[in-house]
């Protein structure tokens, strides 16, 4: 076969791979997943280790750049960062165009694409200086624009970040410091958010980071890259499920906390309702993350010395569900998202801001995967497919329809 002339006609050699349940779009030396034994590292360091050991700016620095930074690397990289929180005034132009009713993902992906206009720098990736300056610009404007998509829908003033701050720090003081009281941070909710932070930092070619990947691939800038993966984070099906699962185990409360009526609505396949927080492309055994969450809401609970019903609702649906043939047979397990809304609405953290918390987190994981396809010089992402539509037909004009 001349594959050639295969390729040039429309009519050649196709795999159709809806969701591309089984293709690798790329090499990767970012992240390795192993599904079926539920194992998940960054760059050869288990998710385990790190969420014990480091801090998040130390795994996104590992993530983004590919080894654990020196203490020099790391202050060098905080230093770098503080020096670009700043935001050009001119946005808050754009943000107060919006309603206060305004989904805060929504504002964050607009925001995000609109960093293009006020940093009109190409990150140009044969350029090592240029490139490392559209990563830390990024990695610093981000969480302000996070913080100011919460502020906006709560008609709260945009705070910008405390530079005398660490950067979770920063994300909780510049989400709720009111100007005229003192905002004292606990250092319990940064210890929770910084592991929540570090479990999102990277999950390979998940719907977001393909997203990053293929928009990168036309040569679209760093900036706007990122916005699109903010976009395709929102749905429930991805990051959203954070989201929907808090708002299931309220309704569950709200309903008697009769779980099994849950349980049987997500195996009835005539009810579209499905258990969120629960399922996985890849893992078809324990989410590690989801593993960790449940224990970091469980040290959260003890060290705030409070308790939440909803913990227990969940807890108890797990239970169930792991426990159900249905949920056995598909391989049906708690995912990331199962346990972290506890965890953010312990922190305060009102519930459609959890998706931009996930986004916070995986923004690392985009940055390196954008810069790995650019480096690697991999061609623009083109899916074929197969047309199953009408042959050649001939036009009819419209008085003659
Ligand atoms: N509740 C009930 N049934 C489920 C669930 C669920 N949460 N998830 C999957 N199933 C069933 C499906 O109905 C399907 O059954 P069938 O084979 O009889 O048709 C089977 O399990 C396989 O499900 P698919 O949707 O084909 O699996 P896919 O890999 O395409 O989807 C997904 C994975 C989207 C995560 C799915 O499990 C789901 O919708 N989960 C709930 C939403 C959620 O928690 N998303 C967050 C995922 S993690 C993340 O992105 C950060």
């Not at 607009?110 to 490392?132: G, K, Q, R």
């Not at 709720?176 to 250092?187: L, V």
Request: glycine share 8%.
């Amino acid at each position: 076969i001349d594959i050639k002339n295969l390729r040039s006609d429309t009519g050649g050699l196709i795999t159709l791979d809806s969701g591309f349940k089984n293709t690798g779009a790329c090499e990767s030396k970012i992240t390795f997943l192993d599904g079926e034994k539920g194992i998940l590292r960054h760059r050869g360091y288990s998710i385990e280790d790190l969420a014990k050991g480091s801090n998040f700016l130390e795994v996104s620095y590992l993530v983004i750049f590919g080894e654990l930074p020196t203490k020099a690397q790391y202050e060098k990289f905080e230093k770098d960062i503080k020096r670009h929180t700043l935001l050009n005034e001119e946005m808050k132009n754009i943000i107060d165009g919006y309603p206060k009713s305004a989904h805060p993902m929504g504002i964050l992906s607009s925001m995000t694409c609109a960093l293009t206009a006020f940093n009109p720098i190409t990150v140009n990736v044969n350029d090592p200086v240029a490139l490392y300056e559209g990563i830390v610009k990024i990695m610093a404007k981000f969480p302000v624009l996070a913080a100011w998509a919460h502020s906006k829908t709560h008609g709260m003033p945009l705070n910008y970040a405390d530079n005398s701050l660490g950067y979770v720090e920063n994300i909780l003081n510049m989400m709720f410091k009111i100007p005229t009281e003192t905002y004292k941070i606990n250092p319990i909710a940064v210890k929770a958010l910084d592991e929540l932070l570090i479990l999102h930092a990277d999950h390979e070619q998940n719907c977001s980071t393909s997203t990053v990947r293929i928009v990168g691939s036309s040569e679209a800038g760093l900036f706007a890259s990122i916005s699109a993966g903010v976009s395709a984070l929102w749905g429930r099906l991805h990051g959203g499920a954070n989201q929907a699962v808090l708002e299931m185990l309220e309704a569950i409360q709200n309903d008697g906390g009769d779980v099994e009526k849950y349980i049987a609505k997500a195996k009835d396949k005539d009810d579209p309702f499905r258990l969120m927080g629960f399922g996985h492309r890849v893992y078809k055994n324990f989410d590690p993350r989801a593993r960790l969450i449940k224990k970091a809401a469980d040290e959260l609970f003890e060290d705030l010395g409070t308790s939440d019903p909803v913990l227990a609702i969940a807890k108890h649906l797990e239970k169930v569900a792991l426990e159900d043939e249905y949920f056995a047979e598909k391989k049906l397990y708690p995912n990331v998202d199962f346990y972290s809304g506890i965890i953010y609405r312990a922190l305060g953290i009102p519930v459609q801001m959890f998706t931009v918390m996930f986004a916070i987190g995986r923004l690392p994981g985009w940055i390196a995967q954008w810069r790995e396809m650019r480096l690697n010089k991999e061609p623009i992402g083109r899916p074929r497919q197969l047309y199953i539509g009408e042959p050649l037909r001939p036009f009819v004009p419209m008085d003659k329809r």
